[in-house]
């Protein structure tokens, strides 16, 4: 096997390493490839990243390029962890809606949208690379975010992937730890859409445990999810940390006016991960990556990465098109769920329907990431306030009215699909 990692100076790389250099028995790996455009950090990351594998005795071959071609021919999977702009254009997400009166954040609201609009033609750009240089049936796995609106984008171009995220198996690792028991017996029945999901249902060797898991730890569960317990006690189900935006929205604003920026938090935080990595002897990832954020990601990429190539039938949270699993929703929104991973890929395992209070914020916000996808791949101003108005976040033509314009002024750099066409 093969696997290229698109953004492999990314400081969560070393996190990705770990993980594969820990399951080498399960995954045939032959070749790693990490690509970067950023010449620093391919010298920075993949050498800690030549030492971390020479560290765990892997016998492959490592390759750090900035050659995109090299790096996805003959892939048999392109992992995909960008941040077109980087910190700069995140600091941006974060900030320009706070102006309008909105919340600012860089994988949903009017901050969302502006990295779908820089990320989904650069991925699209790249999943065209590989559809014509990868392996036969080779897979691309996004955790380039926002991830449902990448994943939607990548599906509707008919490319093979997949969107993963680190939220449900942070959960069930927390489950494991609450209940004592080992990760692999905990399944977590996570559902909705990237960044907008619940636990609707717990089961530890099969038993459903969710009652008692809200009755017993509920504080701890609460303050996984960044909310209130009496929230979870009411919903009867563990809602995903960004619902707290939902929720909570004027609470957050005002924290976000106030606060600094997580953005220029991350950023102190990727300059010392930096230095770290330059150090000769360091050959683990140090612990400060775990602030860095993305917990578990490791796991999560190899444990799919593992399930794909060996068609093991394993049940994962994924994102993946709805294909009706979930009722209510269009057959080809991309959703966040339990899938059985098998030959042809993740099949969705069908859900009961969600109740009404949870089902109709997600119809909300599928229906903006449709619109989102689409103004990404036009360049159209006009669907750009669209998704603006259609998200539950934002949703009144003034906000949007004025977003339209910071939002194709201020990413103007990254936004080439929305040059030469008015703003008004």
């Not at 089961?203 to 909310?227: K, S």
């Not at 619902?243 to 997580?262: I, N």
């Not at 578990?296 to 993946?320: I, K, N, R």
């Not at 689409?374 to 004025?402: F, S």
């Amino acid at each position: 096997m093969k696997l290229a990692v698109v953004g492999g100076g990314s400081t969560y790389t070393p996190e990705l390493v770990a993980g594969l250099a820990r399951e080498r028995e399960r995954i045939d790996l032959r070749e790693l490839v990490l690509h970067d455009i950023d010449a620093e950090r391919r010298e920075v990351v993949g050498g800690l990243a030549q030492r971390m594998l020479a560290a765990a005795g892997y016998p492959g071959k490592l390759d750090v390029t900035d050659d995109l071609d090299s790096a996805l021919d003959g892939a048999t999977f392109v992992l995909v962890q960008l941040r077109v702009g980087g910190q700069a254009a995140r600091l941006t997400d974060e900030t320009v809606p706070l102006a309008c009166g909105c919340i600012g954040q860089e994988t949903t609201g009017a901050g969302g949208l502006g990295k779908a609009l820089r990320t989904v033609p650069v991925v699209l750009e790249i999943a065209g690379r590989v559809r014509e240089l990868a392996a036969d049936g080779a897979w691309i796995v996004d955790f380039t975010n926002p991830v449902g609106i990448v994943t939607r984008a990548l599906r509707d171009g008919g490319h093979r992937a997949v969107g993963l995220c680190n939220v449900a198996i942070g959960v069930q690792r927390l489950i494991a730890r609450l209940c004592d028991v080992e990760p692999a017996r905990v399944f977590v029945d996570q559902v909705g859409l990237n960044h907008l999901t619940w636990v609707r249902a717990v089961q530890v060797d099969g038993r459903e445990l969710l009652a008692e898991l809200l009755a017993d730890h509920g504080d701890a569960l609460a303050e996984q999810a960044g909310q209130p317990r009496a929230v979870l006690d009411e919903l009867g189900a563990i809602p995903s940390y960004y619902l707290r935006y939902f929720y909570f929205h004027d609470e957050v604003l005002a924290e976000q006016r106030d606060g600094v920026p997580r953005a220029t938090t991350v950023a102190e935080i990727e300059r010392e991960l930096l230095r770290l990595y330059r150090d000769p002897s360091l050959t683990t990832k140090p612990k400060l990556l775990e602030q860095r954020g993305g917990a578990y990601y490791s796991e999560a990429a190899t444990q799919l990465v593992a399930a794909l190539s060996t068609a093991a039938g394993d049940v994962q949270v994924v994102d993946v098109r709805n294909e009706g699993a979930i009722p209510g929703l269009a057959a080809d929104d991309v959703v966040e769920l339990p899938a059985r991973i098998g030959r042809e890929g993740p099949v969705p395992l069908p859900q009961p329907p969600l109740a009404p209070e949870l089902l109709g914020l997600v119809q909300h916000v599928a229906a903006y990431e449709r619109l989102a996808a689409a103004a990404a791949i036009t360049g159209d101003r006009m669907l750009v306030q669209k998704a603006l108005l259609a998200h539950p976040l934002i949703g009144q033509v003034p906000q949007a009215d004025e977003l339209v314009d910071l939002l194709l002024t201020k990413g103007a750099e990254y936004l080439p699909q929305f040059q030469g066409k008015a703003l008004a």
